[in-house]
């Protein structure tokens, strides 16, 4: 309630000057010809007292400030006095004011809260329920008769399990336990989906009831339904399209239209044509290793390629992973010895991940098998050549390293030859959703496990976030919400705290910019195709499952030019 008005209410007609009862706080009243009653001045007083047939009579008075009877705080059903006296910050009184004026104000400051509550109610475009501690139906706007087709005079009093499954009461639910629900996707019929808040309503402590708010989402369920089932289709037709091409582009596999990656696409291709040393650069999940294996299979596709996560190994089985070893080397080895991985690459490519992890004491025995092409298993006395291709990948800054002494100034030429800085998702904001919707794709597959919906908020989420562990992470929690998701919904309560942040707000796109996210999604995955066949439009339209004119009419729709 907002706070009253006190200073209107305050009387002064008296003078406590000299007043011989203040320390009692009592006030000294006389009845006037009016029949009002009024505090004497301190003459008056004195005067009255003189005359025997003036009737006078005390009334005690509670002292407070002004704030504290703004908030009406000092009032309560057992308050004995029929007036307060309000002093002033150096406890100076500067009038009282009388109950019946106090509960006067506050009866028209209800009547104008009222007001205000009723004018909102019949303002709101949403649904707004309100339900009294027994059940029973206290307020329903015009927005719920149009979600729910109940008028209000056949619900307000009545108990609302009348006209909804008890199951389906999400306020019911959140009155009993006093649990609050935001942005919730709720089915209160089996015909209708809404997005529902809900609120228990507190007095004293006590719950008395609840609010629910709820927006009607049914036609953006059925839009994103669509949508999923077309992402789905492009998304398998994609997959085939992809197995076909790898024999012909490999890097079909990574994923992701933007600039940034397409320059990282082209700068790979070409170093893929010769067999020099290539250094990938790159935080931790951007896809080095992708990138590595397109890179082999763009020129030595039927040849080996082997990884080793040089992070993940101590320093004393290094050597034995790379090298080898013979028969009898060390205790506790295959009795047969080992083949290393330089070997086993044979003339492929050997991916060394995480090389700047290595200690100085094994960079230099790297750097000597770069230079001389040659090197001897762990035990062993006879000298084997290289003959494989040097991919090295870290997520550390080598310049630093170098600078620093943590890394070897010769070694990081010798596989710096030609470096490739792959970019963090972050700086490729535009691939994010082809990548989730591929994900979502995957992940359904993988858990068998249909997507019906993605609440349209969770993009806004997605493209705002930082995205620090790259791909890895997206993929990760793509994985994580759809193994969590209830009935195939994917809602932003799957989201971790850290990309849900203190987003409050709901963001429903309309059914136009639904629709617009479809149609850029659709001619992004066409003319992927149509790049794929070379502009070829029957072989276009048998790979995405739709005739000829089809396949027209969708490029005259989406504006595709250039293949004629």
């Not at 002292?63 to 002033?88: H, M, Q, R, T, W």
């Not at 991940?353 to 298993?377: A, F, I, M, T």
Request: hydrophobic share 35%; glycine share 6%.
């Amino acid at each position: 309630m907002e706070l009253l008005n006190v200073h209107k209410l305050i009387r002064t007609d008296f003078c406590f000057e000299g007043d011989p009862h203040w320390e009692d706080r009592t006030i000294v009243f006389h009845s006037t010809r009016e029949n009002e009653t009024r505090y004497l001045k301190t003459e008056e007083y004195l005067f009255y007292t003189q005359q025997k047939e003036m009737e006078l009579y005390w009334k005690k008075g509670f002292k407070c400030s002004i704030e504290a009877l703004e908030d009406v705080g000092v009032l309560n059903e057992d308050f004995p006095y029929e007036l307060i006296i309000v002093i002033d910050t150096n406890r100076k009184i500067i009038g009282y004011v009388t109950l019946k004026d106090l509960a006067r104000e506050m009866k028209d400051r209800f009547q104008n809260l009222e007001a205000y509550f009723h004018t909102i109610i019949d303002t709101i475009d949403n649904s707004v329920s309100v339900v009294d501690r027994e059940g029973k139906t206290i307020v329903w706007t015009k927005g719920a008769e149009n979600i729910f087709s109940i008028q209000k005079e056949d619900i307000l009093g009545k108990d609302m399990k009348h006209f909804f499954p008890k199951e389906m009461l999400l306020n019911e639910e959140s009155m009993l336990t006093g649990k609050t629900y935001r942005h919730h996707l709720h089915k209160p019929r089996e015909d209708l989906f809404v997005l529902i808040s809900t609120n228990p309503v507190v007095s004293n402590g006590e719950i008395i009831g609840a609010v629910a708010a709820e927006t009607d989402v049914t036609s953006h369920v059925m839009m994103n339904r669509e949508l999923l089932n077309a992402s789905s289709k492009i998304q398998q037709l994609q997959h085939e399209v992809s197995k076909l091409n790898d024999i012909r582009d490999p890097f079909q596999r990574i994923k992701g239209s933007s600039s940034e990656i397409k320059k990282a696409i082209s700068l790979a291709k070409k170093m893929a044509k010769t067999k020099e040393n290539v250094l990938l650069l790159g935080e931790t999940g951007v896809g080095k290793e992708v990138f590595a294996k397109s890179i082999h299979d763009e020129c030595q596709g039927g040849k080996p390629f082997i990884a080793l996560n040089c992070g993940a190994l101590s320093p004393a089985l290094f050597e034995s992973e790379l090298f080898g070893y013979e028969k009898g080397s060390f205790s506790g080895g295959d009795p047969n010895g080992k083949i290393g991985k330089v070997e086993l690459a044979g003339e492929g490519t050997l991916l060394l991940d995480e090389v700047g992890d290595l200690p100085l004491d094994l960079q230099v025995k790297l750097l000597r098998v770069l230079e001389n092409k040659s090197y001897y298993s762990v035990g062993g006395l006879t000298l084997k050549s290289v003959r494989c291709r040097v991919i090295a990948a870290t997520n550390k800054n080598l310049d630093a390293m170098v600078e620093n002494g943590d890394f070897r100034e010769d070694l990081y030429y010798r596989l710096n030859t030609l470096s490739i800085e792959i970019p963090p998702l972050r700086k490729r904001k535009q691939d994010i959703l082809e990548l989730f919707h591929l994900f979502i794709y995957e992940s359904s597959l993988k858990y068998d496990c249909d997507v019906h919906y993605i609440a349209p908020q969770i993009t806004q989420l997605l493209l705002e976030y930082d995205w620090k562990g790259n791909i890895r992470e997206l993929k990760n929690l793509v994985d994580r919400m759809v193994l969590l998701s209830e009935g195939g919904y994917i809602m932003p309560n799957l989201l971790p705290e850290k990309i849900a942040g203190s987003a409050e707000t709901t963001f429903l796109p309309s059914s136009r910019e639904l629709e617009k996210e479809m149609n850029q999604y659709e001619k992004q995955k066409i003319l992927e195709t149509l790049e794929s066949e070379n502009g070829n439009k029957t072989e276009a339209a048998k790979r995405l499952g739709i005739t000829r004119a089809t396949l027209y009419n969708k490029m005259k729709k989406l504006n595709i030019d250039g293949f004629r």
